[in-house]
Every structure is written in C-alpha cells, then in structure tokens.
C-alpha cells in the first residue's frame, strides 16, 4: 500500500510539472515574438506563427496569413525603427492556450498602446488579434 500511495504522489507530481510545463512554454514564447518585432527578425516570427496562423489587425478590418504577415513586415519595420515595445501579459485573464497581452509602441513621433491576444496550438502561434485601445501609453 506504501508503494502504491508513493507511485500515485510521484506520478501526481510528475503531471503537476509537465502540465506547468507546457502552460509555461506559451508564456514563453510571448518574449522573443515582440524581440523579433523590434528590430524584425522574420526568421523568428516565421519560427512562432504556425503554418496556417491568421493575424489580425482590428484597426484597419485585415486579416493575413503567415506569408502576408511576414511579407507585409517591411512596412512595420520602417515604422518601429527607433522606437521601442513594452508589453506584459494580462495574467488574470490568460490562461495555457490563450494568453492576452497589454503592448505599449513607442514611436519615434507617437504611442500607441494595444491589447494583443495570442491563441496556440502545439506549441505555435494560431492567431494573433490586435486592437488599440488607446493612443498614449499613459494607462501602461
């Protein structure tokens, strides 16, 4: 009875670990996808978005896939150089494949602060939707 008592609390353990495990990962993968946005690596982003990942821009009704998005980062990239992004994630109202972040870009000649939600599946991003709710950084 000791042994089995001892394999189920070891076992317990063990899927407690692998479970934050994999809840962590997707935490994880919000740092280097706004390190790759400024200055843009593509690999990186590419490396992120899953093959048929959506991202979504409210502000301007566009929706693009993975190769419009990454094609389309040459625009972005003239906009974010000199300027800088904050984000942090919105804890309680996250969770493992969900995960919702508050951005702050700073621009060289203005801010603009959004609200991002990441969607993942098998570890990659599925979709992004960004909105601003917001042309200062003040509530940052």
Do not use: H
């Amino acid at each position: 009875m000791y042994r089995t008592i001892k394999s189920v609390i070891i076992l317990g353990a063990f899927c407690s670990f692998a479970f934050s495990a994999v809840a962590q990962s997707n935490k994880t993968m919000i740092k280097p996808w706004f390190q790759a946005l400024s200055p843009v690596d593509r690999e990186v982003i590419s490396q992120l978005l899953a093959e048929d990942a959506l991202i979504e821009l409210k502000d301007y009704d566009v929706t693009q896939n993975k190769e419009e998005f990454v094609d389309a980062l040459d625009a972005w990239e003239d906009a974010i150089e000199n300027g800088t992004i904050a984000y942090k994630i919105e804890e309680d109202i996250s969770n493992d494949d969900l995960i919702t972040t508050k951005v702050c870009y700073k621009f060289p000649s203005n801010e603009l602060m959004t609200i991002e939600t990441f969607e993942f599946e098998d570890g990659l991003i599925k979709k992004s939707v960004q909105e601003t709710v917001s042309e200062d950084c003040s509530d940052f």
